[in-house]
């Protein structure tokens, strides 16, 4: 089986090194958190696999598409959320909607009753065309989502995708976000609510200083911790990244 993201040797530096060798592979169907503290290098990791920030050495494939190599094709299979909702605030929610799907060419007739399907699981239906410039945080996180699904992506690039997210809001996307995983389609987060990341991540890689402590499921974190069974993520994480800096 082919691997969903491919990710191999990849550095990156700034003023210093941010990444340093990353070598990670998540397959299809699975949910894979990647914490580390301020500073990992969790949201550079994120830009470079979604094609918007060029690697110093390293490879990365998605779905076997070589993402520096054929940009396009890649990008195609991709749905890349950043940390901030980023809207055309002048466009109604429908409008932007229409123009995401436009932009991966997706059929008329099937982006306008995806559109629909979305904006009403959202319970964004009521406000389609209303300007984005007025909706709250939650709102507009919750119309980039709905974006982000519209052309079915194969791979899901996540970003603090629950920040500005009320409990059922944040409970509505879990459920989208492990349907689609069930479907087939992986899916890469960062964030900081560890036990988002325990509860709905099929594995767990641990960043700190740009090198990837461990990796694996929670139970495996707690093997590779010397944990008990029933340490929590926190006390796993803490351990590790307080051990990496020492």
Known sequence: MINALTVRGLCKSFAKPIINQLDLTI??????????PNGAGKTTTLRMIAGLLKPDAGSIEVFGTDVLTAPLTAK???AWLPDEPLLYD????L??????AGLWQVEPAIAATRAETLLETFGLWQHRHQRCEGFSRGMKQKTVLAGALI???KLFILDE??????AAAAKLVKSILTQCAAEGAAIIITTHILEVAERLATRIGILSGGNLLAQGSFAELQTAAGQHADTSLEDV???LTTRADV
């Open 161 to 166: 995708p629950l920040t500005g997210l009320d």
């Open 237 to 239: 994480f803490l351990h």
């Open 27 to 36: 397959a299809p169907g699975e949910i894979y958190a990647l914490l580390g």
């Open 76 to 78: 195609a299979m991709m």
């Open 151 to 153: 052309h079915t992506p």
């Open 95 to 100: 409008e932007y909607l229409e123009f995401v």
């Open 90 to 93: 002048k466009l109604s929610a």
